[in-house]
């Protein structure tokens, strides 16, 4: 059974710079996609950025992009969420997310259903 531990959430001023980090336990991350999604209140929860086991491909949803960067560090079996040019729209609390088994070869999906296993989730605020 996987687990999967978020860090490094915060209040952030605009323009501001945070981040995420999601440590993964139970599985070996370098055999799985993962991805970050985020859930505002009265929002439906929303992929923000993945990326793939197999090919190193990543995607980022388009209001993202540019602004953060998904890396992943499997020798630490952690992925991390660099977020820079935050806005208020970007807050939120954030998720990673584990595709989990069968090891599977291409992109990265990015829908929500696509994942099995989830964090418990950072609040990141971006207020002034």
């Known amino acids: 059974q996987a687990q999967l531990v978020e860090s490094g959430g915060g209040l952030v001023q605009p323009g501001g710079s945070l981040r995420l980090s999601c440590v993964v336990s139970?599985?070996?991350?370098?055999?799985?996609?993962i991805g970050w999604f985020r859930q505002a209140p009265g929002k439906e929860r929303e992929g923000v950025a993945c990326?793939?086991?197999?090919?190193?491909?990543?995607w980022y949803t388009d209001s993202v992009k540019g602004r953060f960067t998904i890396s992943r560090d499997n020798g630490q079996n952690t992925v991390y969420l660099e977020m820079t040019s935050l806005k208020p729209e970007d807050t939120a609390v954030y998720y990673c997310?584990?595709?989990?088994?069968?090891?599977?070869?291409?992109?990265?999906?990015?829908?929500?259903?696509?994942?099995?296993?989830w964090g418990q989730g950072t609040q990141v605020t971006v207020s002034s």
């Open positions: 997310a584990l595709q989990g088994p069968p090891i599977r070869i291409g992109a990265c999906p990015q829908s929500a259903y696509a994942y099995a296993y």
């Open positions: 990326t793939s086991s197999t090919d190193g491909s990543t």
């Open positions: 139970g599985f070996t991350l370098a055999n799985y996609p």
